[in-house]
């Protein structure tokens, strides 16, 4: 069964890290590209990051660049976001995603069910 289980959410503040993780099962990780989406309190879920298969080239909106990092060990079915410099504008539920197999420009299949990160004082 094909499943996507993110975890790593929590609170944290102003300045903090988190480490999200993407757990896969029931397909071969490495043939897809993942992505990370977030969805804010009333707002539409945004697109956060996303790393190709092969050669693993990443993306990353411009309101979380330089302070967030993707990563994938295909090895261990995850991939990771590494979120620094966290700011309360970063709070929302934070998902993975399995992309198309065209890449990450394409859209996504599979979604996992989310994990929450707040970021407050």
């Known amino acids: 069964q094909l499943q996507l289980v993110e975890s790593g959410g929590g609170l944290v503040q102003p300045g903090g890290s988190l480490r999200l993780s993407c757990a896969s099962s029931?397909?071969?990780?490495?043939?897809?590209?993942i992505g990370w989406f977030r969805q804010a309190p009333g707002k539409e879920r945004e697109a956060v990051s996303c790393?190709?298969?092969?050669?693993?080239?990443?993306y990353y909106a411009d309101s979380v660049k330089g302070r967030f990092t993707i990563s994938r060990d295909n090895a261990k079915n995850t991939v990771y976001l590494q979120m620094n410099s966290l700011k309360p504008e970063d709070t929302a539920v934070y998902y993975c995603?399995?992309?198309?197999?065209?890449?990450?420009?394409?859209?996504?299949?599979?979604w996992g069910k989310g994990t929450l990160v707040t970021v407050s004082s």
């Open positions: 790393v190709e298969r092969g050669d693993g080239t990443t």
């Open positions: 995603a399995r992309g198309l197999p065209e890449g990450c420009e394409y859209g996504m299949d599979y």
């Open positions: 029931g397909f071969t990780l490495d043939n897809y590209a």
